[in-house]
């Protein structure tokens, strides 16, 4: 699977055009949510086994973080009050992006090791 493909599909969610610039860092960020992903693939499951919802989940994962970075570096103000100016930015991260990230492993997350957490056993 190639890092274009990924790309492709990011392209199509993002919903606008992106310079030369923001091509190459979003290429990255498409083969490090990739690789990232391939990793937590259960024992025996491949990337082209869960083909679609691997260019999906690496796609939104991808878009996610440039969101995330692009807010951090131009704050969207959370607040403004007219009376004794008051503006407030945020710097938590876009609540789109935070949704397309969970969105991305809710996705995978039939082919994803077992990361549950649980007691076996417990004495008292």
Request: net charge negative; with cysteine; charged share 25%.
């Given at each position: 699977?190639?890092?274009?493909?990924?790309?492709?599909v990011?392209?199509?969610?993002?919903?606008?055009?992106?310079?030369?610039?923001?091509?190459?860092?979003?290429?990255?960020?498409?083969?490090?949510?990739?690789?990232?992903?391939?990793?937590?693939?259960?024992?025996?499951?491949?990337?082209?086994d869960?083909r679609?919802?691997?260019?999906?989940?690496?796609?939104?994962?991808?878009?996610?973080?440039?969101?995330?970075?692009?807010?951090?570096?131009?704050?969207?103000?959370?607040?403004?009050?007219?009376?004794?100016?008051?503006?407030?930015?945020?710097?938590?991260?876009?609540?789109?992006?935070?949704?397309?990230?969970?969105q991305?492993?809710?996705?995978?997350?039939?082919?994803?090791?077992?990361?549950?957490?649980?007691?076996l056993?417990?004495?008292g």
């Open positions: 699977m190639e890092t274009q493909e990924i790309v492709t990011a392209q199509c969610f993002a919903g606008r055009e992106f310079n030369e610039q923001e091509l190459a860092v979003l290429a990255d960020l498409c083969a490090e949510a990739a690789k990232q992903w391939r990793e937590q693939l259960r024992e025996g499951v491949e990337p082209e869960c679609g919802v691997f260019l999906t989940a690496s796609a939104w994962t991808a878009l996610a973080a440039m969101s995330e970075a692009l807010e951090a570096s131009q704050p969207v103000p959370l607040a403004f009050t007219a009376g004794e100016l008051s503006v407030r930015a945020g710097a938590e991260g876009s609540a789109c992006a935070r949704s397309l990230a969970r991305a492993r809710l996705l995978l997350e039939p082919y994803l090791q077992d990361s549950a957490f649980a007691f056993e417990v004495r």
